[in-house]
């Protein structure tokens, strides 16, 4: 079955770095396009970051553009996200998400931006 597992997140203070992974089973990774959501406390889910299936092509959020960025290695069926210069507003919890046939999500990972 698919499985997205993320890992990375945690407590960094402002200004400081975080690198996301996500680590994909259950389907053909190479094939699809991956993407990276976030969810901050009480406000809607919003696409953070979007890779095409041979990563060559990205797209962000204007919030982030300049300080995160997506990368896919097809070889470890894996999907990351460094985040830099991060702020306290970049505090949510982060998903990976992946569109087959229906929709799958990870089970999030809590980043934390605080002094």
């Known amino acids: 079955q698919v499985q997205l597992v993320e890992s990375g997140g945690g407590l960094v203070q402002p200004g400081g770095s975080l690198k996301l992974s996500c680590a994909a089973s259950?389907?053909?990774?190479?094939?699809?396009?991956m993407s990276w959501y976030r969810q901050g406390s009480g406000k809607e889910r919003e696409l953070v970051a979007r890779i095409n299936s041979g990563g060559g092509s990205t797209n962000y959020a204007d919030s982030v553009k300049g300080r995160f960025t997506i990368s896919k290695d097809n070889a470890k069926n894996t999907v990351y996200l460094q985040m830099n210069s991060l702020k306290p507003e970049d505090t949510a919890v982060y998903y990976c998400?992946?569109?087959?046939?229906?929709?799958?999500w990870g089970q999030g990972t809590q980043v934390t931006v605080s002094s």
């Open positions: 998400y992946v569109r087959l046939r229906e929709d799958y």
């Open positions: 259950g389907f053909v990774f190479s094939w699809y396009a």
